[in-house]
């Protein structure tokens, strides 16, 4: 099946720091999203990407959509206590049903 | 307030205890899916659903069933647990089919002894 590579699979870190996360395959995708999942909660929409060279931004988050359509990364600036949780890639292909998850990043961030 | 709710949020079982997992959501979205988290895995397909009646095998489909009779249910029956469904379940749902943005569910932890 379709493999999303995500790294790192872990970050700690300090607050103010910024934070940079990315997915790649070796799969064509004409959508790449990232999900937040705070401890204890289903994962949250953080931004959708449709366009191959898309750079998009949500506040202090940053998301691209790679040129050659097989990779993505998340930005984070200025990170705060808050930002701690799974952030997740996940990925789509033209036709398919079907949305392919990476295994996360877990970030941690120290006050 | 639009929510997608599953029931229960919490179970213990045992191996061979037919249970099923309740999904519902009141948003009139189409699409609707089952995903397990496990450590080191992410989040993996088992079954999704485009329509009313219409469902369709995702990733790990094994030892899971689907259905889909009204718009707004989508349960998750194990039919015969074992220990390898111990698993955290997700349900989720969105407007545009496979490519609108996925709601999710709080989840399910499930331990089958």
């Known amino acids: 099946g379709q493999q999303l590579n995500q790294s790192p699979q872990s970050m700690f870190i300090q607050e103010g720091e910024d934070v940079s996360m990315n997915c790649t395959s070796s799969?064509?995708?004409?959508?790449w999203l990232w999900y937040k999942q705070d401890p204890g909660e289903g994962p949250v929409l953080l931004i959708a990407?449709?366009?191959?060279?898309e750079l998009t931004s949500n506040g202090r988050l940053t998301a691209q959509f790679g040129i050659t359509r097989k990779d993505s990364f998340l930005n984070i600036s200025a990170s705060i206590p808050s930002d701690v949780g799974i952030y997740f890639c996940a990925a789509r292909r033209t036709g398919y049903s079907t949305l392919t998850f990476g295994k996360g990043t877990m970030l941690l961030v120290s006050p | 307030e639009a929510q997608v709710t599953q029931n229960p949020r919490y179970l213990i079982t045992v191996t061979g205890k037919k249970l099923t997992v309740t999904c519902s959501q009141n948003?009139?979205?189409?699409?609707m899916s089952w995903y397990r988290q496990d450590p080191g895995l992410g989040l993996r397909q088992i079954y999704y659903?485009?329509?009313?009646?219409?469902?369709d095998k995702g990733d790990v489909p094994e030892g899971y069933k689907v259905s889909r009779k009204e718009k707004r249910n989508f349960p998750l029956i194990l039919e015969s647990p074992s220990p390898n469904q111990t698993s955290l379940y997700f349900c989720a749902s969105s407007l545009g089919g496979a490519a609108g943005e996925l709601f999710f569910g709080e989840g399910s932890r499930l331990t089958v002894l």
């Open positions: 799969s064509i995708f004409n959508t």
């Open positions: 948003m009139n979205h189409e699409y």
């Open positions: 659903s485009m329509n009313v009646e219409v469902t």
């Open positions: 990407l449709y366009k191959a060279g």
